[in-house]
Every structure is written in structure tokens, then in C-alpha cells.
């Protein structure tokens, strides 16, 4: 298909249209090689658009081909619904045409180009706009009268980097409507470049954020094999990976192109079959030109078609893509791209582009573009000279409507790319009115107004201004300051209607929305949210921990550690509870922790206070024994005032086990240890006497002997008093060095809080243990010493007895507490008081008790004198 150029043209009337003038005498444009057109000729002075599209391109349906011997497909089609493009630029001009207060006495006029869809084509077309026509020579404008002012196109980056090679060198202005794309090309500066569609970093964003809403981490990644695919793979994978998102294979596909329409299954397509087939990858990203996604279809149908199968994927598809383009009657689209994706620039609705649709006829100033859409589209055949594509096709009668044609051939409403080019010529046009304006201010005539080119970039690269539907449209830096993309959900029916859900959107401010509710998915998922990640997600209360040799999607899930939990998906780590609360036994949710001490009101609180209470009524009840007996024998031969100071340092020891009973305080914490150590002390101090005094009253009964002068009270007093004083100095040294506190142990135990008395040191603990083990031990030796000593009261084999059961129980007492934790460190302190104290109790009282009460016969003088003789 030859190149199609049109031009829309009048100062004070009606436009004129017609092919591009070649020269004055001679206004013919060669058509389809043999068709001529003649014009009119147009008045100078005027402005002229420039408008470079695609419209003719091969496509790719599976009825339509014939498969050759060399296996090598041949198909050339029409791209309807590209024509849409060129219909909203001339709706633009007639729009602004008839607002007399826009441009007064001054019509637009444009020139429409067919590219082909190829990049190579284009420079022919931009010298033939801005040079004479067919001659192609730089410079050459022999009775060209058209005043290109500025130029439209460019759906791809390679088309637009084309246009933009030439049109720079001249200063014009060019007007890209597909999406903002970043030139990588670091030697290429295109300062003419004005984008009319958001920036391609927004739909990026886009991408992700659709990506990470369905938790999407295993995606593939089908580009084409050209700057546009480069740019898009560079952009788009920071971005991944920023997210924790993975591109489980990046494959590149060739384009086709109008030169060579052909193309052959080699290396590059059957690598994409073994990853499409093979790989488990639910979601491909989809990025490249109209030729290149072409191959892709081809490739895609054909497999199908063969297998009798249909690959079942989510498919997010690019801007430029329309999948209602490659819609044919064997259903292909309906099973392979429904509950696909795209990101369409995001317009305002403009009602009056419906009604310019429905008046439109292929009359003699369109036909020479429009009659090759009019005939594919309504398959008949035109009466004119333009353009015939089959003669036995049906004569057209030319009461055919465009709102007739299905949705797949032509949308009556307004595309996101149509949209675009409407603002860009509501631009252009806006830029013009404003040197119209100053000339009227200057009080210049309109005729001596000659507008060049170079002269709108001022005023493009910042411009504010409402379009004909009153949609407000400001552009910054050449760019697109607001707009964004809208997010659609093609839902395909079998007969071919499809829907174009607008399911979410993409801001420029990247504010993201998806509405879940209304997304259809493809078949194959039965409507089930479908999965793309490389492995399981890790549940909560796991985390995940990387494959070593793999990428960071590919991981294992441990579990984890103690008092750490995860509360979500595929946590990248795990989060430790706050010191008041432990994790539960799936780690995904902290508990408070109990807060525990040994309380008076549990169980093994209850019996070791009834134990305390017991003992010291027996102790009572023992002490009142001997106040009764005071004056017998047996009372009188211990030493009552050592007795009584024993009795009651054991009736204290008891009451102190009371000390470590209930919620831990300041003032329990100090008295509890120091109190419990010295009267211990005391006690063991007084058993100490006991048995020193034995052993010197058996040494002062042998005649002369030194030790008499030894015997009395004040020996006794002087033991328990100097042995009670070293305890009381270490205590002391305590309590004035680190003294014990309560504090909140919130490790020892899972799932705890334990009250409990911090020993400042343990040093200074120990010490005082170590003391009144060492007492015990020299009370032990002394009275083990004694045992024999013959004597009717003789306490030493008591105290023997006692001193081993008390150092037994202490013995126990250290390894039990070091390996106890919890309030069971306090209940084993408690019961060691105890048993050590019962001990002293039981050993050396009952006896004594048992003679006093039971046995009063052997307490009397007689019999111990009797004994002592013995």
C-alpha cells in the first residue's frame, strides 16, 4: 500500500482536500502505482498539521493464511481501529475551524501519512511533507504552499525517534501521542519532542503495583527485539526488583514489517514455546511494537490451532495494543487474551466525537485514505478510482454507518491515543492564538503575520488551556503534567463482543486503585485468583530464608525463633515480640505474658504456709515446754538462756519464710535474704555454744584442770554474739554495696513475667550462705567430736544429728536452685528454711520434749547424777 497523504485546507471558506501538490501546473500524487488524484490549488500563507500514522500492517488470522513449504507465513491486513487516530485529528480541526473566537479567519489544514508500521518508511514521509513532493531533496520546495507548522505521530519510540531525526534539524515541533517513553540513546537530543500522553514511568508503576495488589512474584517478561523492548526491560526491571519481584525469563521477538511480512519459527520463537509451555509462570508482561506482538500472535495462533489447545495466561499488555485488533472468527482472542490486562491512557469522555462519527460518509475529500477502511471495514467495494480491492465484492451504497461496525473494527468512543492527538492539535492550536493575539494587540494586519515553526516552541513547552470538551489540559517542560493510565479487564465474548472493564487506574501522582469485584480471569483459572510465584508463600510464622544459586522469589520458610513471630505472607523476616508478650505456638500472634510470683493463694503457696504456720505453733509449743520445766534437770543442763535464744532464732526462721511469700516489694526484697541470714546465724551460732560448752564442762569435771576458769555464760554469749556480728557486718556490706530489688524477669520463662527479688549481687548471696555453712560445718565437726562424752543431757549427739541434716539440705539446696527458674526458685529457698530449720528443731527439742512430757522419771537430779558416776 502506497503512502496515503491528505490535507484539510482553507483561509475563508470551506477547506479544500485533496492529495499533496507536487507542483503548480501539476497537481498529481500517484496512488496504488496507477491511480492519479487531481487538486485544487491552496492559497499561501496557511497552516498546515502534519499527521504520521499506521494503518496498514499484516495481521494474523489463522483462516486467512496459507502455510508454505518452507514453513513461512505471508498475511498483509488493515489496522481499523488505527484509523480512529486519524478521524479524532480531523474532528480537532473541524472543531476548532468552526470556533470563531480560537483561530478567526484562519482554517487549519493536515496532511495524513501512513507509515506502514515501520520506522524505515517514515523518513520518506517527512521529507515528503516538508520537501517537494516524490523529489525527496533537502531544502527543495519548488511551489510547495503548505506552511507545516507542526507534526503528529510516532505510536512507537522507533517511529518517533525517526520523525524527530528530521523535523529537529528544522525546529518543528513534534507531537508524540503514543506513551512517554525515555530515549536511551544518549546521543540523540530532541528538544522539539512534546509529549501528549503520560510518561511510560507511571504505567511502570502501574505494572508493579498491579503485580504486588495479587502478589504476583514469578512473571515473564515478552518484549521486542528493538530500543523499544530495551527501554522497556531497563525501566521495568529496577522496579521488580525494588518489590521483591522476580522476571523468570525475559525473551525477545522479532518484528515484522511491511518490507518483509514473513516470518520464520526459528531459535527465538521455539525458545518462547519451551518457557510459555514449561515455565510456571501465570502472569507475562507484555512490551513491544504492533510488528513485533504481531509475531507473537502468529506464534500463539498457529501453536494453538495445531495443538487444539490454548495457552491460558494473565497477559498485561502495553498502551499501543489493542487486543480487539487480532480478533477472527476462529475465537482465538476470545480463549487466549480474555481476562487479559492493558494500561490505556486515561481521557475524559467528548460526546461530540460520537455524533462527528455518525455524519461521516466517504465523500470525494476523504476518499483517497478513508476508502481503504471503508471497504475492509464494510467489506464492499467503492465507485472511484482510489482504491479497488476486489471487484466481486458488493457495490457500497454509501448509506453505510461507522456506529454499525462492530467494537473489534471500530469504538465510537474516544481511544486513549485518539485523545492525545486531539489535545496536541488543540495545542498547536492554542499556540498560534496567542501571536494572533499579540498581532491584534500590535494593531498588525493578520495577512503580514507569517508564523514560523520555531516560533511555537515557547509557547508548547508551558501551555494551560481547556480543549472543545472543556477538559482542562496543561502541559510542563513539554510533558503531560497530569492524566495517567486506566487499567482495563477485557472480558471476550465467543461472538466476539468484548467489554473493556475499567477496572482501576494509575495516577501521574501514583496514586494506584484496583477494583477486585469486577476482573474477569481466563478460563483456565475457573475465576479463581491466579497464582505466579516460583515457590509456595511462606505461611505465617515463617519466614523466608534464600536458595543458595537461587534468585531472591526462589526461597525455603523456617520457622521462627522463640518470641519472634511473622504476621503476614512471605514475610521477608521475622518481628520479636514486645517484652510483655511471647509468641503462641505458630508464631504468628504474641500473647500477653502471665505475670507470676509465688502466691499466697496457690496451691504450693497454701502448703508452704501451712508448713511455716505448723512449725512455729510446734516451736511455740516447745518454748512453752520448757518455761514450764525451767527448773529441771534437763532444762537446767542445756543452758535455758542458749536454749530460749535457739528456740526463738528458730521461731523467727520460720516467721521469715513468710518474707518470701506474695508480689515482691522494695522493703521485702531487703529484708528477706539479710533476715533469713543472720537469724540462721543466730541459731546456728547458739547450736555452736551448745556444743562448745559440752566439750568444756567435760574438760573442767577433771580435777585442777584450766578449763573451769572458761565455763559460765559469758563464754556462750561471747560465740553467738561474735559469730551473729560477722553476719550481720556481711549483711550489711550488702545492703550498702548492691542491695537486693524486685524487678521483672521477662526471659527466664516463655509465655512469663516473673516478680522477683534481683540479689544485686550474688556475690554478697553466696557469702552469706557460705557463712552459715561454715558455722554448720564447725558446729557439725565440734559436736561430732562430743558425741561420746559421757553426761545424762549430753546435746552433742542432737547436735550431730541436726547439724547433718541441716547441711544436707543446704547441700541440695544450691544445684536445685541454679537449674530451678520461676517462682520455684523462691518455693525451693522456702523449703530448704524449712527442712533446715525442723531439722534443728526436731533433732535437738524432741527428744528433750519426749523425756519432759512422756518420761518425766528420767528427769530428775538422781538420775543424772547416777549416770554421770557411771
Not at 495488589?213 to 527485539?225: A, E, K, N, Y
Request: some cysteine.
Amino acid at each position: 500500500m502506497a503512502s496515503i497523504c491528505y490535507i484539510l485546507w482553507s483561509m475563508f471558506e470551506k477547506p479544500d482536500c485533496g492529495r499533496c501538490v507536487k507542483s503548480q501546473k501539476s497537481a498529481k500524487c500517484s496512488f496504488h502505482n496507477n491511480r492519479h488524484i487531481q487538486n485544487k490549488f491552496y492559497k499561501p500563507g496557511g497552516a498546515v498539521i502534519g499527521g504520521i500514522f499506521s494503518l496498514i500492517h499484516p495481521n494474523i488470522y489463522v483462516n486467512n493464511f496459507r502455510e508454505n513449504p518452507d514453513g513461512k507465513f505471508k498475511v498483509y491486513s488493515v489496522a481499523h481501529k488505527n484509523y480512529q487516530h486519524v478521524l479524532s485529528l480531523l474532528f480537532a480541526i473541524k472543531e476548532i475551524n468552526k470556533n470563531p473566537s480560537l483561530l478567526p479567519n484562519l482554517t487549519l489544514g493536515c496532511c495524513i501519512y501512513d507509515d506502514l508500521f515501520d520506522s524505515g518508511r517514515t523518513y520518506e514521509m517527512i521529507m515528503d511533507l516538508l520537501f517537494t513532493h516524490q523529489i525527496h531533496t533537502p531544502n527543495y520546495k519548488c511551489d510547495r504552499r503548505k506552511n507545516i507548522l507542526s507534526a503528529i505521530g510516532g505510536l512507537s519510540m522507533k517511529t518517533s525517534t525517526a520523525m524527530a531525526t528530521i523535523l529537529s534539524t528544522y525546529k518543528i515541533p513534534q507531537l508524540v501521542y503514543g506513551a512517554s517513553q525515555t530515549i536511551r540513546n544518549g546521543k540523540m537530543h530532541f528538544p522539539a519532542f512534546y509529549w501528549m500522553a503520560p510518561e511510560e514511568t507511571v504505567q511502570h508503576i502501574g505494572i508493579v503495583q498491579l503485580l504486588l495488589h495479587f502478589r504476583w512474584t514469578w512473571v515473564g517478561l515478552i518484549v521486542s527485539d528493538d530500543d523499544d523492548g530495551e527501554s522497556f526491560v531497563q525501566s521495568l526491571t529496577p522496579l521488580l526488583t525494588e518489590k521483591s519481584i522476580c522476571a523468570a525469563f525475559t525473551e525477545k521477538i522479532e518484528a515484522m514489517n511491511y518490507r518483509s511480512s514473513q516470518l520464520s519459527f526459528g531459535k527465538p520463537l521455539l525458545q518462547l514455546k519451551r518457557v510459555l509451555v514449561s515455565a510456571k509462570v501465570n502472569v507475562i508482561i507484555i512490551s513491544g511494537t504492533s510488528q513485533s506482538l504481531n509475531s507473537l500472535i502468529l506464534f500463539l495462533e498457529v501453536y494453538e490451532f495445531r495443538r487444539k489447545a490454548y495457552i491460558g495466561k494473565v497477559w498485561i499488555l502495553p498502551p499501543q495494543w489493542d487486543v480487539t485488533n487480532t480478533l477472527s472468527s476462529n475465537g482465538f482472542s476470545t480463549k487466549t487474551f480474555h481476562g487479559a490486562f492493558s494500561f490505556f491512557i486515561h481521557m475524559d469522555e467528548v460526546p461530540k466525537f460520537q455524533e462527528f462519527l455518525w455524519t461521516l460518509q466517504p465523500e470525494e475529500t476523504l476518499m483517497d485514505f478513508l476508502s481503504v477502511f471503508w471497504q475492509d471495514a464494510f467489506h464492499c467495494q467503492l465507485l472511484s478510482e482510489f482504491y479497488k480491492k476486489c471487484i466481486t465484492c458488493r457495490t457500497c451504497t454509501g448509506e453505510e454507518k461507522l456506529e454499525s461496525l462492530p467494537g473489534h473494527v471500530l469504538e465510537m468512543e474516544l481511544t486513549g491515543e485518539s485523545y492525545s492527538i486531539y489535545n496536541a492539535v488543540y495545542a498547536v492550536a492554542q499556540a498560534l492564538h496567542i501571536p494572533r493575539q499579540k498581532a491584534v494587540r500590535d494593531r498588525r494586519k493578520f495577512l503580514e503575520l507569517n508564523v514560523q515553526p520555531w516560533q511555537l516552541h515557547s509557547t508548547l513547552r508551558n501551555i494551560h488551556f481547556n480543549n472543545g470538551a472543556g477538559h482542562e489540559v496543561q502541559y510542563v517542560n513539554g510533558k503531560l503534567l497530569a492524566g495517567g493510565y486506566d487499567i482495563v479487564n477485557w472480558i471476550i465474548s465467543p461472538n466476539l463482543s468484548f467489554i473493556k472493564a475499567k477496572v482501576g487506574k494509575i495516577s501521574s501522582t501514583q496514586e494506584f486503585l484496583i477494583r477486585e469485584d469486577i476482573i474477569k480471569w481466563n478460563n483456565r483459572f475457573n475465576q479463581t485468583l491466579p497464582l505466579s510465584v516460583c515457590v509456595k508463600s511462606c505461611q505465617h510464622g515463617y519466614s523466608k530464608t534464600v536458595r543458595e544459586g537461587k534468585p531472591f522469589c526462589c526461597y525455603n520458610c523456617t520457622l521462627c525463633p522463640e518470641n519472634m513471630i511473622s504476621n503476614q505472607t512471605d514475610a521477608d523476616h521475622c518481628i520479636r515480640c514486645p517484652e510483655d508478650q511471647y509468641s503462641n505456638r505458630n508464631k504468628d500472634l504474641c500473647i500477653p505474658k502471665v505475670i507470676t510470683f509465688l502466691s499466697c493463694q496457690e496451691p504450693l503457696g497454701v502448703i508452704l504456709i501451712s508448713l511455716a504456720v505448723f512449725f512455729a505453733v510446734v516451736t511455740c509449743l516447745v518454748i512453752q515446754t520448757f518455761l514450764k520445766n525451767w527448773n529441771t534437770p534437763i532444762v537446767k543442763a542445756n543452758n535455758r538462756i542458749l536454749t530460749c535464744v535457739l528456740l526463738s532464732s528458730i521461731l523467727l526462721c520460720y516467721i521469715s519464710s513468710f518474707l518470701f511469700m506474695g508480689k515482691p516489694g522494695r522493703l521485702t526484697c531487703l529484708l528477706r535474704q539479710n533476715a533469713f541470714g543472720i537469724i540462721f546465724s543466730v541459731a546456728v551460732s547458739c547450736v555452736l555454744a551448745k556444743t562448745t560448752l559440752v566439750i568444756l564442762a567435760f574438760l573442767a569435771s577433771k580435777p585442777s584442770h584450766k578449763m573451769r576458769n572458761w565455763l559460765g555464760q559469758n563464754v556462750a554469749n561471747a560465740i553467738v554474739l561474735s559469730c551473729s556480728l560477722v553476719q550481720v557486718c556481711i549483711c550489711l556490706t550488702w545492703l550498702f554495696a548492691s542491695p537486693p530489688f524486685p524487678e521483672a524477669d521477662m526471659y527466664s520463662l516463655a509465655g512469663q513475667i516473673i516478680l522477683e527479688c534481683n540479689e544485686g549481687s550474688l556475690t554478697m548471696f553466696y557469702s552469706v550462705l557460705s557463712y552459715i555453712g561454715f558455722l554448720a560445718i564447725v558446729s557439725f565437726m565440734v559436736a561430732f567430736l562430743a558425741r561420746k562424752l559421757p553426761d545424762t543431757f549430753n546435746e552433742a549427739k542432737l547436735i550431730t544429728f541436726s547439724m547433718l541434716v541441716f547441711c544436707s539440705v543446704w547441700i541440695s539446696f544450691i544445684p536445685a536452685y541454679l537449674s530451678t527458674k520461676g517462682k520455684y526458685v523462691i518455693a525451693i529457698e522456702v523449703f530448704a528454711i524449712l527442712a533446715s530449720n525442723t531439722g534443728l528443731l526436731a533433732c535437738i527439742f524432741l527428744p528433750k520434749c519426749y523425756i519432759i512430757v512422756l518420761r518425766p522419771d528420767l528427769n530428775s537430779r538422781k538420775l543424772s547424777g547416777e549416770k554421770r558416776n557411771h
